[in-house]
Nanobody, 127 residues
Framework: QVQLVESGGGLVEAGGSLRLSCTAS????????MGWFRQAPGKEREFVAA????????VVADSVKGRFTISRNNAKNTVYLRMNSLKPEDTAVYYC????????????????????WGQGTQVTVSS
């Protein structure tokens, strides 16, 4: 079992920035790939970004490429999502997730590849 706690969401104007954090309650954080997904009202949960257990491999969705960056600090059991140049269409609940097996330098982009989820943090971008 692992708990994921997200923070850093809020209300921001278009063009602004936010940094989301997700801290995991696991001793073997370094082994596990992590991801961020988001879900807007009336829409399905969609992939945003992913990072390998080592942090050596990352990927972001095309819709956020060049604006969002995923990173992790394994010493703090924390993964981050830096969001710049935010747009109203980025408004959603953002969820942190972890794949609880050794991933090496692999990342995962499909919702079904992950097992544990945080409670989500709301990001609202005003126009």
């Amino acid at each position: 079992q692992v708990q994921l706690v997200e923070s850093g969401g809020g209300l921001v104007e278009a063009g602004g920035s936010l940094r989301l954090s997700c801290t995991a309650s696991t001793r073997t954080f370094t082994n596990y790939a992590m991801g961020w997904f988001r879900q807007a009202p009336g829409k399905e949960r969609e992939f945003v970004a992913a990072i390998s257990g080592t942090g050596g491999s990352t990927v972001v969705a095309d819709s956020v490429k060049g604006r969002f960056t995923i990173s992790r600090n394994n010493a703090k059991n924390t993964v981050y999502l830096r969001m710049n140049s935010l747009k109203p269409e980025d408004t959603a609940v953002y969820y942190c997730t972890v794949r609880m097996d050794y991933s090496g330098n692999s990342y995962y982009t499909n919702l079904g590849e992950y097992g544990y989820w945080g409670q989500g943090t709301q990001v609202t971008v005003s126009s």
